[in-house]
């Protein structure tokens, strides 16, 4: 009986102990605890309330060129050359391969997994937190929405053995005639978003969802059913054509299957910088909401200065505060940048403030319109739902944005 009562009291002892550490791991990974935390930090009127002192005599004004319709138009001649090796946008390419319904009837599929994953990604990966999964491994996510028509997978074969895109097309029963493109950034792919894309189809939006190039589908993991075709032409494969094409042929598919009111582009993180440059060169994208991941390159600090790689090449032809600019150049276009100001990651703090009136004022004159917003409702670098709540406000809408 003595050692019962013991051990009775032991399994009490780690039950409060798992207790509360339970609640102290709730308290701490909640949204407004994290917020909480992240302001009473010693750090943190430097790091999100102030603007560092070496950023604030930088000559901002001077980071933006574009400030007339010619030059729009020059710039964005400039770009396409550049990343697609032509004057101007592949309006009339498409996808080489598509695959109806993919959710339903998969297809044939040899493997699930990357082979850089280590083992342990076999047993994470079920649990939708891993890089590297594929559209015909995750079509029970889907299989059951209630306003899903089906899933159209585009893709094609860039170069050889390493570089396929692949496109996920929503398709609703019932249509607001609205398309967003949404770009998902590095470190996850847009099945993790799988919440968020099932509630815009619910409310009619058709959706092309796309991975950063070597995540998801875009790696020959699956070279019989990615990378077995004839490759595409050989101007598009390069660095610029893996990241910026699959927007581009998103709209063009699009666009061939019915007219739309209006189409968006939303990207987070990285997926934010291929979402700035996208709406720079294509004049079909009317709204675009570069999430957690855009700034001057001046501005950039430690890991988010990765994102050199992103637009290394364009920049000498215009800057971030140009491409800004050119995707909301004319009555009708507008961009909205959300920032995090207490991302736990990166891109944090006040620093767009240094600009955000300057690409107010320069799109207005171009007739468009140009938003900063601060989203202020959790620590966490992500698109949250504040910020989708504004981003389809202005979608739908065409008054600013309430902060």
């Known amino acids: 009986m003595k050692r019962q009562a013991q051990l009775s009291r032991l399994f009490d002892g780690l039950g409060l102990v798992l207790g509360i550490g339970a609640v102290l791991a709730l308290l701490y990974y909640w949204d407004p605890t994290r917020v909480a935390i992240k302001r009473l930090a010693p750090e943190a009127d430097a790091r999100f309330e102030a603007i560092p002192a070496d950023m604030t005599a930088l000559p901002v004004s001077e980071w933006l060129s574009v400030r007339d319709a010619d030059e729009v138009r020059q710039r964005r001649a400039r770009l396409a050359a550049r990343i697609f090796k032509m004057p101007d946008l592949p309006r009339d390419l498409m996808p080489q391969q598509v695959m109806r319904d993919v959710e339903k009837n998969p297809g044939p599929h040899h493997t699930c997994l990357s082979p ?3 083992a342990v990604v076999r047993l994470l990966s079920r649990t939708d937190t891993i890089i590297m999964r594929a559209l015909a491994c995750e079509a029970a996510y889907y299989r059951d929405w209630r306003n ?5 997978e585009l893709t094609g074969y860039l170069s050889k053995n390493w570089r396929p895109y692949s496109i996920a097309y929503f398709r609703p029963k019932t249509a607001n005639g609205h398309l967003i493109l949404y770009q998902q950034g590095l470190a996850a792919t847009y099945h993790d978003q799988h919440r968020m894309i099932e509630a815009w189809v619910e409310d009619g939006y058709t ?10 589908d875009n790696t020959c993991y699956d070279w019989r059913r990615y990378c ?3 490759l595409m032409d050989a101007r598009f494969a390069t660095d610029g054509g893996a990241a910026f094409l699959p927007p581009v042929i998103a709209v063009n598919y699009a666009l061939a299957q019915q007219p739309f009111k209006r189409i968006a582009m939303i990207g987070v993180s990285s997926g934010a910088w291929i979402t700035l440059v996208s709406a720079a060169i294509d004049p079909r994208i009317d709204t675009s909401f570069p999430v957690a991941g855009v700034l001057p390159l001046a501005l950039l600090r430690g890991k988010e200065e990765s994102a050199w790689a992103i637009v290394e090449g364009l920049v000498g032809i215009a800057g971030v505060l140009d491409l800004a600019v050119m995707g909301a150049d004319r009555p009708g276009r507008r961009q909205v940048q959300i920032f995090n100001r207490f991302d736990r990651c990166c891109f944090y703090g006040p620093r767009p403030t240094l600009y955000a009136g300057l690409l107010a004022e320069t799109a207005r004159n171009l007739g468009g319109d140009h938003q900063v917003l601060f989203d202020e409702t959790h620590a966490r670098h992500k698109i949250s739902g504040w910020a989708v709540k504004r981003i389809l406000e202005a979608i739908t809408g ?4 309430q902060p």
């Open 116 to 118: 850089t994953g280590p």
């Open 148 to 152: 899903l028509a089906g899933i159209d």
């Open 207 to 216: 959706v092309a969802a796309m991975n950063m190039p070597g995540y998801g």
């Open 228 to 230: 077995s075709g004839p």
């Open 398 to 401: 065409d008054g600013k944005v």
